[in-house]
C-alpha cells in the first residue's frame, strides 16, 4: 500500500508537470493578459544578460520547472512500482523526495494559484501517508 501511495503522489506531480510544459508552448494560458507586456518582455533584457529577454528567460524558467516535476514523477513513480524495497530501505531517497514536495508546496503556496498547490498538497499527503506505513511497518 505504502508503495501505491508514492506512486500516486509521483503521478499527481508528473501530471501537473506534464500540463505545466503544455501550457508552457501551447496556447496562452501562460501569457500575461495584457498583449502589450508581452510585446515589452519579448524586447527587454535581463539585468544579468543581454543575451537573452524576459519572455525567453519566462519560457525557459517555466519549461525546466515543468522538467523538473516530470523527474520527480518519473523517478519516484518508477521506483515505488519497480524498485520499492529499494526506495523504502533509502531513507536518503525519501526525504529527499519529501524535501521536493515540501519546496513545491512552499513554492505554491507563495507564488502560484490554487489548482497547483492543492495537487500539491495531496500529492504531499499521499507521500506521508506512504511514509507513516513505511515506518508502522518497519
Given at each position: 500500500?505504502?508503495?501505491?501511495?508514492?506512486?500516486?503522489?509521483?503521478?499527481?506531480?508528473?501530471?501537473?508537470?506534464?500540463?505545466?510544459?503544455?501550457?508552457?508552448?501551447?496556447?496562452?494560458?501562460?501569457?500575461?493578459?495584457?498583449?502589450?507586456?508581452?510585446?515589452?518582455?519579448?524586447?527587454?533584457?535581463?539585468?544579468?544578460?543581454?543575451?537573452?529577454?524576459?519572455?525567453?528567460?519566462?519560457?525557459?524558467f517555466?519549461a525546466?520547472?515543468?522538467?523538473?516535476?516530470?523527474?520527480?514523477?518519473?523517478?519516484?513513480?518508477?521506483l515505488?512500482?519497480?524498485?520499492?524495497?529499494?526506495?523504502?530501505?533509502?531513507?536518503?531517497?525519501?526525504?529527499?523526495?519529501?524535501?521536493?514536495?515540501?519546496?513545491?508546496?512552499?513554492?505554491?503556496?507563495?507564488?502560484?494559484?490554487?489548482?497547483?498547490?492543492?495537487?500539491?498538497?495531496?500529492?504531499?499527503?499521499?507521500?506521508?501517508?506512504?511514509?507513516?506505513?513505511?515506518?508502522?511497518?518497519?
Amino acid at each position: 500500500m505504502a508503495s501505491l501511495l508514492i506512486a500516486a503522489s509521483a503521478a499527481i506531480i508528473f501530471t501537473l508537470g506534464a500540463l505545466h510544459l503544455w501550457y508552457t508552448f501551447r496556447g496562452n494560458k501562460l501569457h500575461p493578459r495584457d498583449p502589450e507586456l508581452r510585446v515589452r518582455l519579448e524586447q527587454v533584457p535581463l539585468v544579468l544578460t543581454r543575451q537573452t529577454t524576459m519572455w525567453k528567460a519566462w519560457v525557459g524558467f517555466n519549461a525546466s520547472h515543468s522538467h523538473g516535476a516530470l523527474l520527480f514523477g518519473a523517478v519516484y513513480g518508477y521506483l515505488a512500482l519497480v524498485h520499492s524495497a529499494f526506495l523504502f530501505q533509502s531513507w536518503f531517497l525519501l526525504a529527499l523526495g519529501l524535501l521536493a514536495l515540501a519546496a513545491y508546496a512552499l513554492l505554491g503556496k507563495r507564488y502560484w494559484f490554487s489548482v497547483p498547490f492543492r495537487g500539491i498538497l495531496l500529492a504531499t499527503a499521499f507521500y506521508v501517508g506512504a511514509l507513516v506505513l513505511a515506518m508502522a511497518g518497519a
